[in-house]
């Protein structure tokens, strides 16, 4: 079992950055892939990053990619997603998630496992 706790989220204007992290507890992380989605009202939750276990490979939505970059810590078990020149539209509930199946780079939602309770995210115009 893993349980994972994401903050960092809050309030920016458009252009600004902002840096989520996630720990997860448990021993197993150095194994998972790990995820980041968000989910906007009234939209289905959507994959935006994922690293492997050892963060040498990586999955970008086009929609974040160039802006945003995923990685990870796991000394620390934390996963972070850095958020640069940020938009109205990424205004969502961003949210971790952990894969222990090796899945989770080819973004199917269905694999991960394990999901933190969310952080806010909002993004002024």
């Known amino acids: 079992q893993v349980q994972l706790v994401e903050s960092g989220g809050g309030l920016v204007q458009a252009g600004g950055s902002l840096r989520l992290s996630c720990v997860a507890s448990?021993?197993?992380?150095?194994?998972?892939?790990m995820g980041w989605f968000r989910q906007a009202p009234g939209l289905e939750r959507e994959l935006i990053a994922a690293?492997?276990?050892?963060?040498?490979?990586?999955y970008y939505a086009d929609s974040v990619k160039g802006r945003f970059t995923i990685s990870r810590d796991n000394a620390k078990s934390t996963v972070y997603l850095q958020m640069d020149n940020l938009k109205p539209e990424d205004t969502a509930v961003y949210y971790c998630?952990?894969?222990?199946?090796?899945?989770?780079?080819?973004?199917?939602?269905?694999?991960?496992?394990?999901w933190g309770q969310g952080t806010q995210v909002t993004v002024s115009s």
């Open positions: 998630a952990a894969d222990p199946h090796g899945l989770g780079l080819l973004g199917l939602r269905t694999t991960y496992s394990y």
């Open positions: 448990g021993r197993t992380f150095s194994t998972y892939t």
């Open positions: 690293v492997s276990w050892s963060g040498g490979n990586t």
